[in-house]
Each structure stands twice: as structure tokens, then as C-alpha cells.
């Protein structure tokens, strides 16, 4: 099982364990994890997230999220929460929302 760490921006942090296939913005959603969002769909950008740790527990973005990322000029440890994927495995993922 893997560990999702969410710090805010205040150091807040919030934890759960996620299934592997899980997206991080459904954990988000379901404990109330300070995570912007709006599309959903790999348009706005605006749930972007940097990956502090276990960068390697996450699936590879697909192209579209990597070409929003790109144009956002996101460096490479950050990812899309609406798209970013676990993977398997076991370990902790530590993210920095807002
Ligand atoms: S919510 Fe718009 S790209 Fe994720």
C-alpha cells in the first residue's frame, strides 16, 4: 500500500493510504486535501502539485498531462493531481499543494 502526504501551504500535512491505479485528486477529494481544481481534464493546470518524495510511485504522466505541464513550465517533479496515477508498490508519496 502506498502513503499520500499532502503539505499545504501552511505545513499543514494530511495522509491516507491509496490503492495502486488510484488518482491523487480522487484521495484529495476524499479527505478534504487542500488541492485547487478545475477542470479535471489536463486543460487549466491549476491542480498542480510538487512531489517532494516517491516520485518513482507514480505512474508516468501521459502526454497530455506532460504537455500541460510543459507549457506551464513545470519543472519535471511536479505532476497534474487530476491525472496522476499511483502505481504499485509500497511506499509514501509526500506532496505540496497550494
Ligand atoms: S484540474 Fe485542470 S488540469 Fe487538473
Redesign the pocket.
Known amino acids: 500500500m502506498i502513503e499520500v502526504i499532502f503539505t499545504d501551504a501552511s505545513g499543514a500535512t494530511m495522509a491516507a493510504q491509496v490503492e495502486p491505479g488510484g488518482r491523487i ?1 480522487d484521495l484529495a477529494d476524499e479527505i478534504d486535501a487542500p488541492v ?13 502539485v510538487q512531489v517532494e518524495h516517491g516520485h518513482a510511485l507514480l505512474k508516468p504522466a501521459a502526454e497530455d ?1 506532460r504537455d ?1 505541464l510543459d507549457a506551464l513550465g513545470a519543472s519535471g517533479a511536479e505532476r ?4 496522476a496515477r499511483v502505481g504499485s508498490g509500497e511506499g509514501v508519496i509526500r506532496l505540496r499543494a497550494g
Open positions: 485528486m485547487s481544481f478545475s477542470c479535471r481534464s489536463a486543460s487549466c493546470g491549476i491542480c498542480r498531462e500541460v497534474l493531481a487530476c491525472q
